[in-house]
């Protein structure tokens, strides 16, 4: 029964992303070591975790309030619509402290391989809130990857009937790049995007 019980919770952790069936099965021996100072403690978070975080209803972020913390802040700039493709985007664009305005959540990008359409997506809410008085552009933060830039164009397309600028990320050489090291595409794509020195 406890092999039976083991093997389950490494079927389970090999879901998670970056860890595949070894790497799970090392990560539970190493909490079942650690029982008391590792495997109860997240056993209890995740357990408070899954009772007490919600999708924000406006925005798609993850919180414990509704709406959540970032659509609720008066400070924030209400002008400023930032798509971005998961929540994980939406931190690491928090983490950089260089965006002040409103965040909208995709949940995922365009993707005919995956079976995941416009429907599957959060892009007729997108639509409706860039139709609101006080947004003037929505920025298009998605990814470089084939479905981001599908994801993109569509949105550019459905945007375009909306009185409201839209606008994308730049992509290229990133802070600190050596061009030896950079794939064609990122140099191609810089190269596009120069501007004036």
């Not at 406890?2 to 860890?19: C, F, K, S, T, Y």
């Not at 309030?65 to 400023?80: F, H, M, Q, T």
């Not at 008085?133 to 459905?158: F, K, M, N, S």
């Not at 945007?159 to 950079?182: F, M």
């Amino acid at each position: 029964m406890v092999v039976n019980e083991l093997e389950a919770l490494i079927q389970l952790m090999a879901r998670l992303p970056g860890l595949g069936p070894r790497s799970a099965r090392r990560a539970v021996l190493h909490l079942m070591g650690k029982r008391e100072s590792l495997m109860l403690p997240l056993a209890a978070s995740l357990d408070r975790v899954a009772q007490a975080i919600r999708d924000c209803s406006i925005c798609g972020n993850l919180d414990s309030v509704e709406p959540c913390s970032i659509c609720s802040d008066e400070r924030r700039e209400p002008s400023l619509l930032c798509v971005v493709e998961e929540v994980g985007d939406l931190w690491a664009l928090e983490r950089s402290g260089a965006f002040r305005g409103r965040y909208h959540v995709l949940g995922g990008t365009l993707s005919a391989l995956d079976g995941r359409g416009p429907d599957d997506l959060r892009i007729a809410s997108l639509v409706t809130r860039a139709k609101e008085p006080a947004v003037t552009e929505v920025i298009l933060a998605l990814g470089a990857t084939v479905d981001g830039q599908t994801t993109a164009h569509y949105i550019a397309e459905r945007l375009a009937g909306v009185e409201v600028a839209v606008s994308r990320l730049a992509h290229g050489v990133p802070v600190g790049g050596e061009l030896d090291y950079l794939d064609d595409g990122t140099l191609t794509a810089a190269l596009k995007a120069r501007r004036p020195a």
